[in-house]
């Protein structure tokens, strides 16, 4: 079973035709995001672009969204996020804008409406944070990156 949790959503004036964020299937757990652009744009292999998508939410307290890629768009022309995930935290009012990049070899164009993104929304805890002399011993300690073999 699934919480839900209400999020409110808010079309910019200049792209009411652009769909809602929406799940594909009964099981995702991202919404597609859509390109809120009025041209094309085309991204060269190794382009950063700030694509916009038309709009701007209110996350209860205790929430954040995440920004993430689409697998089969970062698949099958490379495109990726370069801050993945990119999140948004609940006082966040501005418009939610992807940071594209083309990590493939060709040149990739985007289209409006075209779903560029999904966004995750999840629960946030909140960190104490308490400083100390001595850290709690693990079997791991202080193995790093390929400390468990391949």
């Known amino acids: 079973m699934t919480d839900t949790v209400i999020?409110?959503?808010?079309?910019?004036?200049?792209?009411?035709d652009l769909?809602?964020?929406s799940y594909q299937s009964d099981g995702s757990s991202g919404l597609d995001l859509q390109a809120a652009i009025t041209e094309e744009i085309?991204?060269?292999?190794?382009?950063?672009?700030?694509?916009?998508?038309?709009?701007?939410?209110s996350?209860?307290?205790?929430?954040?969204?995440?920004?993430?890629?689409r697998s089969g768009?970062?698949?099958?022309?490379?495109?990726?996020l370069v801050n993945s995930p990119g999140t948004i935290d609940s006082?966040?009012?501005?418009?939610?804008?992807?940071?594209?990049?083309?990590?493939?070899?060709?040149?990739?164009?985007?289209k409006r409406g075209e779903r560029?993104?999904?966004?995750?929304?999840?629960?946030?805890?909140?960190?104490i944070i308490e400083e100390v002399q001595e850290l709690d011993p693990t079997?791991?300690?202080?193995?790093?990156f390929g400390h468990s073999g391949v």
């Open 91 to 110: 006082d966040y009012r501005g418009e939610i804008r992807v940071i594209a990049i083309n990590w493939g070899k060709e040149p990739l164009t985007i």
């Open 116 to 127: 560029i993104a999904q966004i995750i929304i999840s629960r946030v805890s909140r960190a």
């Open 19 to 21: 769909s809602l964020p």
């Open 139 to 144: 079997e791991r300690g202080e193995g790093g």
């Open 7 to 16: 999020v409110k959503v808010k079309r910019s004036d200049s792209h009411p």
């Open 42 to 57: 085309t991204l060269q292999p190794g382009d950063i672009r700030l694509i916009p998508t038309g709009l701007s939410i």
């Open 59 to 69: 996350l209860p307290k205790g929430y954040e969204a995440q920004i993430r890629p």
């Open 73 to 80: 768009l970062a698949l099958q022309h490379g495109l990726g």
